[in-house]
């Protein structure tokens, strides 16, 4: 058949104007990156501090959790909040399930992840983990993203990693290692549980040998790096800059205001995200009393990063257009 000419320069215009988008992975499944709404980009619903070699999906009730959590969610969905990351790994509690059941029962947004959490001595790395090779690692995460957590189909929506220490361990180099080689075979970007600065441009190195960017990684717990021309440098290197604990004292919310003022005076507010490392359902604590709510940062921080001068299109970049981009599921590769 032959298609006549303006017919077919209608269909060429429109083929060419279909567009593709940046996505995210939440629980719920690909999400246009635009669209994900404010965002609070490191809290927990639930944490189980057992250790690895007790942990067990069992140790919680997840429909007692999910009772207990969804009072506390709502409270931030009221504040505008639409997408809530979720960066409790593997063997401290993660559960995809109750993510699910929480974004069905409030229409949010929830990211779950895959990855292995070093820090506290590797109490949360299974024992035969420890021997295990970098790719052996990697292979694993993979797996997790593109058949989904155990069985669920709930695809993780970054990469969380946690490292400690004066200076990176050889299993904490080899979990980097394994990162960014799931990177390179995922897009996801990597968050580590870092803090200070030396750690965080150790691990951006061993990404860079590996041909991962910076712009691959979010450094978790930035503001316990206390020297502010740290936050810089690494922004500029183009990794992610997360300011993600707030439990509401003075002394917090003067710090975490320089600190944010810093970014800004620097023009580093396009790397700088901000949440508060709030929650969480402990199975130690059945009755969720000492759950940590999520609305502090709007009710004592945000007053005083105005009157510091960072304005509400400021905190609409940190919330909104950062984390967007951050948790966009993209390859991160130098060719
Ligand atoms: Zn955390």
């Not at 029962?105 to 506290?120: K, R, S």
């Amino acid at each position: 058949m032959k298609i006549p000419f303006l017919f077919s320069v209608i269909i060429l215009a429109f083929s060419c104007s279909t567009p593709v988008y940046d996505m995210v992975v939440t629980v719920g499944g690909e999400v246009r990156a635009d669209k994900l709404g404010a965002t609070l980009a490191h809290e927990h619903v639930l944490v189980d501090f057992i250790g690895a070699a007790h942990a067990d999906p069992v140790r919680h009730n997840r429909d007692s959790a999910f009772s207990i959590i969804l009072p506390h969610i709502e409270k931030i969905r009221d504040h505008g909040i639409k997408t809530f990351v979720d960066c409790t790994p593997r063997f401290l509690g993660r559960d995809p399930l109750l993510l699910k059941m929480l974004s069905d029962a409030t229409g949010m947004h929830f990211l779950t992840n895959t990855g292995f959490y070093g820090a506290v001595n590797n109490k949360y790395i299974p024992e035969h983990v420890l021997n295990m090779p970098a790719e052996a690692i990697a292979a694993f995460w993979i797996a997790e993203f593109k058949q989904g957590i155990d069985g669920t189909g709930i695809r993780p929506g970054f990469i969380k990693i946690g490292v400690d220490g004066e200076t990176l361990s050889d299993f904490h180099k080899t979990l980097v290692t394994a990162a960014a080689m799931a990177h390179k075979a995922t897009g996801l970007t990597i968050m580590s549980h870092t803090g200070k600065a030396s750690l965080a441009q150790e691990q951006i190195d061993i990404l860079e040998a590996q041909g991962v960017k910076a712009e691959a990684f979010i450094w978790t717990h930035a503001h316990l790096e206390k020297d502010m021309t740290k936050h810089v440098e690494i922004a500029k290197a183009g990794a992610w800059v997360s300011f993600d604990g707030f439990r509401g004292n003075p002394e917090e919310i003067t710090e975490l205001t320089e600190m944010v003022v810093n970014m800004k005076k620097n023009n580093c507010a396009v790397k700088l995200l901000l949440s508060q490392d709030a929650g969480w359902y402990d199975p130690e604590f059945p009755d969720g009393s000492n759950y940590q709510e999520h609305t502090l940062i709007f009710d004592k921080l945000f007053p005083e990063l105005n009157a510091a001068g960072i304005t509400d299109a400021d905190l609409n970049r940190f919330l909104n257009k950062n984390p967007g981009k951050a948790f966009t599921v993209k390859f991160r590769i130098n060719e």
